[in-house]
């Protein structure tokens, strides 16, 4: 399985979505908390293009933020991202 990194802050509505969505799939992730560290936050923007939180990560490839995860989730594609088997 791909490491997954989640760029979030602790009251984020959509950083809660996407945790609560990757923990049902059974993902490890490791999450960098923006909020309590301004360079991470500075290196979230560098590599994404993008200020808002969640930014997540599977491997190298930028996902994007909760809607974009929900979206590919939606469509069958995350599982497989995930290196999961495919539940539907």
Known sequence: MPEVTVYATATCPYC????????????RYTEIRVD????RRAEM????GRTSVPQIFIGDRHIGGYDDTAALDA??????LLGLAHNG
Do not use: I, Y
Not at 16 to 27: H, N, P, S
Not at 45 to 48: A, E, I, M, S
Not at 75 to 80: A, F, R, T, V
């Open 16 to 27: 809660t979505r996407a945790r609560r969505l990757l923990e049902k799939k059974g993902v």
């Open 75 to 80: 469509q069958g594609e995350l599982d497989s």
């Open 36 to 39: 309590q560290d301004p360079e």
């Open 45 to 48: 923007t560098k590599r994404t």
